[in-house]
């Protein structure tokens, strides 16, 4: 396949040629050029690697549905429960709900996807088989991992780790956590059930951590002890952490150190919240940073929107970039720096400066978007977007292409 008059990451007018699922050279453009195989017009769009969103819930989505007020109130176990209430109630059943979620992030160029799917004693494996039916039917366009998450906690609630066993049998890919001091409130026994899980099935480990201030960091100290121990350097992320720099600039300096001495990643949601760790410094310290949609218009929240052009514009907005170094960054985070937590084989941003996931060897998994530069595409977020997943075309203008 030959792509032809992009922009590399706004580079120069370039010509792409795929073999396979990978990029085999790249030229300057030659408007003369009669290529023999198949050809993608890029008509002068930029190239960007195709997006990786990995922290998204695709079982408790409502895109596509009527808007729906928001009833939830504060807290994890508030706003669990106002799910619990009302996901059985959905105006279409959830299978399809997730799968049409799916697709349409698909169309909007995210091809690598890290998904929860909640697991406890009310939806037991329902919304787990939701998600890997979904993953099943849009297998030859996008790579979908599926996270086993405990929403509800693990210990407060007798049988919920029986589930979460039963869905790592099944085939869950990474084995999740979540707030071990202020859900469960006993942290030890919530690590050791989630630590013990991802080391007896061979997964990795995500957890959500929206726990304030000291306690946050208390968590966290906990999860580097066990990474350490284990020896899972490389098979942890963190998800959230809002407050992991909120403390004092010596302990997010201990932080950042810790977490890329032993590889633990980040996936935010570009939360407005204050007291993160700086994006700058966890890029500039090699810490594998990655971008996701969180809730998708759900029971939780009526944000998100399944474009993750999107969320790399929030993800600039609420840390104040303005500089196009700063705001490109956003975007690798959001492509390749997500790729990275997927798949090891990817490696960490070298710096806020990497521009990484377009050069020959690299996997064909590609976005074609209008736009002057990277920057600008992030500020218009067009819609002149053609997708790539391993060197095929599988959405083009924000459709389907072959299904």
């Not at 299978?95 to 037991?124: F, H």
């Not at 968590?219 to 350490?228: A, G, K, P």
């Not at 700058?280 to 990655?290: A, F, I, K, Q």
């Not at 960490?348 to 377009?358: I, K, N, Q, S, Y």
Request: charge should be negative; hydrophobic fraction near 40%.
């Amino acid at each position: 396949m030959l792509i032809r008059d992009v922009r590399p990451w706004g580079g120069e007018r370039s010509d792409v040629e795929l073999t396979g699922a990978r990029i085999t050279a790249i030229r300057p453009h030659d408007p003369a050029a009669r290529p023999a195989g198949e050809v993608v017009e890029g008509r002068g769009r930029l190239l960007l690697p195709s997006f990786s969103d990995v922290h998204v819930h695709l079982d408790s989505t409502r895109i596509g549905l009527p808007f729906r007020p928001h009833t939830g109130g504060p807290g994890v176990w508030t706003m669990m429960m106002n799910d619990r209430e009302n996901w059985r109630d959905a105006e279409i059943p959830l299978q399809e709900r997730v799968a049409g979620t799916l697709e349409r992030m698909i169309t909007r160029g995210t091809t690598r996807v890290r998904t929860y799917a909640q697991v406890d004693v009310d939806c037991k494996l329902e919304k787990f088989e939701a998600v890997v039916a979904a993953k099943e039917k849009f297998a030859g366009q996008a790579e979908v991992q599926i996270m086993t998450f405990p929403q509800a906690g693990i210990l407060r609630e007798e049988g919920t780790a029986d589930y979460l066993e039963a869905s790592l049998k099944a085939g869950a890919d990474v084995m999740g956590g979540i707030d071990p001091c202020t859900l469960d409130k006993d942290p030890k026994g919530h690590l050791d059930v989630v630590f013990g899980l991802a080391e007896k099935y061979q997964v990795e480990v995500d957890i959500h951590l929206h726990e304030p201030g000291h306690l946050g960091i208390f968590s966290t100290d906990l999860i580097l002890e066990r990474t350490r121990a284990l020896g899972m350097q490389g098979k942890v992320t963190m998800s959230h952490a809002y407050e992991l720099g909120s403390v004092s600039e010596s302990e997010s300096r201990r932080l950042i150190d810790a977490f890329a001495e032993l590889d633990i990643a980040m996936a935010t949601v570009a939360p407005s919240a204050r007291g993160q760790l700086s994006l700058v410094d966890l890029t500039d310290s090699g810490v594998r940073v990655g971008l996701g949609q969180d809730g998708q218009r759900d029971y939780w929240s009526p944000y998100g929107n399944c474009d993750m052009l999107d969320r790399t514009w929030q993800l600039a907005f609420t840390n104040n970039f303005r500089r196009d170094e700063h705001i490109e960054m956003s975007l690798a985070v959001a492509t390749m720096g997500g790729a990275s937590i997927m798949s090891h084989d990817v490696p960490r941003l070298a710096g806020v400066a990497d521009r990484p996931g377009l050069a020959v060897g690299d996997r064909a998994d590609l976005l074609l978007v209008d736009g002057e530069t990277p920057t600008s595409a992030v500020m218009d977020r067009g819609t002149d977007r053609t997708v790539l997943h391993d060197g095929v075309v599988v959405a083009d203008g924000l459709e389907l292409v072959g299904r």
